[in-house]
């Protein structure tokens, strides 16, 4: 016979069932939130690489792009490996599962004429981080998973005019959510001679 054991705190009196236990929130480093943000967000790009069974490189000096991914593979048809440009944002501004099939994203015009230049020889994409304001909420763990929330989406900006006077306000699809498997499919469109 099984004798159920007390759970650590002992058992509440009034009820006779343990209290939940108490949580103190861990202390977290001084590091600002953004640079946080941008390292949460290079975190979600290296598991989708690998899960990609893609490449990464990061430019030196950075020239307004953040990481090159390469793709190799036989059944491309322009070259054994192909290579796009990512540049990464963050933000905490728009909440979880936007509605619609698309969100507004503001970016700098320097960013969004780099991003919109063609034609190119090397496509860009950029890839848009929607995270909880608080780093508590940014990790979950357990056995058998690490779950990074909220999510990544991407889209390619080739030939998006500029219509602000300083910033432009792009759409991101809610559909292009950035995962292995788009990415696969991003890669194989410009193994091909696409577009991503």
Request: hydrophobic share 35%; proline share 10%; with cysteine.
């Amino acid at each position: 016979m099984a004798l159920a054991q007390p759970e650590p705190g002992g058992l509440s009196p009034a009820s006779g069932r343990c209290p939940p236990p108490q949580r103190t929130p861990p202390l977290r480093g001084a590091l600002a939130t953004t640079a946080c943000m941008e390292t949460l967000q290079v975190g979600y790009l290296h598991a989708v690489a690998a899960a990609a069974g893609c490449s990464l490189s990061q430019p030196f000096p950075d020239n307004g792009i953040d990481w090159h991914l390469s793709h190799s593979s036989a059944g491309h048809t322009v070259d054994d490996e192909v290579t796009i440009k990512v540049q990464l944002k963050c933000t905490y501004q728009i909440p979880p599962h936007p509605p619609g099939p698309a969100f507004s994203f503001t970016l700098d015009n320097d960013h969004l004429v780099k991003l919109a230049r063609t034609p190119v020889s090397v496509h860009k994409i950029l890839v848009v981080m929607l995270v909880p304001r608080t780093q508590d909420e940014w990790l979950r763990a357990s056995h058998d998973r690490l779950d990074l929330r909220h999510c990544c989406y991407w889209t390619n900006l080739a030939g998006h005019a500029v219509t602000g006077r300083h910033r432009t306000t792009v759409r991101i699809p809610t559909s292009r959510i950035f995962d292995d498997r788009a990415l696969c499919e991003i890669m194989t469109r410009v193994g091909a001679g696409g577009r991503p």
